[in-house]
T-cell receptor
Framework: KAGVTQTPRYLIKTRGQQVTLSCSPISGHRSVSWYQQTPGQGLQFLFEYFSETQRNKGNFPGRFSGRQFSNSRSEMNVSTLELGDSALYLC??????????????FGPGTRLTVT | SQQGEEDPQALSIQEGENATMNCSYKTSINNLQWYRQNSGRGLVHLILIRSNEREKHSGRLRVTLDTSKKSSSLLITASRAADTASYFCALGRYNQGGKLIFGQGTELSVKP
């Protein structure tokens, strides 16, 4: 079956702009989580959605938001981009919650560069 | 800190040798997972070990968990050049939903 897909794969934005990233989970997976990966901070949890509801949120400013649609596809939005938002954004899907179902399947990521 | 701490940060070995990576943590967990990441790409799930398990195997991988010492190790036997990647441990806790807490990773280089 098809894996987790993320679009776009690469993105270059300017400070102050906003960006929307998309994630399509594996068919049948209802939980989608987002992570930010940077060389300095490593992998940081952004938020998790399950059945269109945000169930958990990491320690990120309100400029970072997300949503999940009825087909489990998820989007995350970052407004008023800052240079420090440059990162690899990873989406993960799982049947239930990654910590209970046992495994999260990750997408290839979106590489965001803010100039 | 809640996150796992991995050591070594970097490991360089020859093909055919074994590679051992360690993960220590400070909080209680329900499971611990290991992931591999090739050069800034997505993470690949390798193995999960639950808090009531001590050891698990998957192919050339062996994972141990010592909850009394709050530590886990990942052993890759008979390493191959294709094993070159970053390896991360991730902590799972039921009261944190789907949130996985990742360590900083071990960068493994296997030289042919």
């Amino acid at each position: 079956k098809a894996g987790v897909t993320q679009t776009p794969r690469y993105l270059i934005k300017t400070r102050g702009q906003q960006v929307t990233l998309s994630c399509s989970p594996i068919s049948g997976h209802r939980s989608v989580s987002w992570y930010q990966q940077t060389p300095g901070q490593g992998l940081q949890f952004l938020f998790e959605y399950f059945s269109e509801t945000q169930r958990n949120k990491g320690n990120f400013p309100g400029r970072f938001s997300g949503r999940q649609f009825s087909n489990s596809r998820s989007e995350m939005n970052v407004s008023t981009l800052e240079l420090g938002d440059s990162a690899l954004y990873l989406c993960a899907s799982s049947l239930a919650q990654a910590t209970t179902s046992g495994r999260a399947e990750f997408g290839p990521g979106t590489r965001l560069t803010v100039t | 800190s809640q996150q796992g701490e991995e050591d070594p940060q970097a490991l360089s070995i020859q093909e055919g040798e074994n590679a051992t990576m360690n993960c220590s943590y400070k909080t209680s967990i329900n499971n611990l997972q290991w992931y591999r990441q090739n050069s800034g790409r997505g993470l690949v799930h390798l193995i999960l070990i639950r808090s009531n398990e001590r050891e698990k195997h998957s192919g050339r991988l062996r994972v141990t968990l010592d909850t009394s010492k709050k530590s886990s190790s990942l052993l890759i036997t008979a390493s191959r050049a294709a094993d070159t990647a970053s390896y991360f441990c991730a902590l799972g806790r039921y009261n944190q939903g789907g949130k996985l807490i990742f360590g900083q990773g071990t960068e493994l280089s296997v030289k042919p």
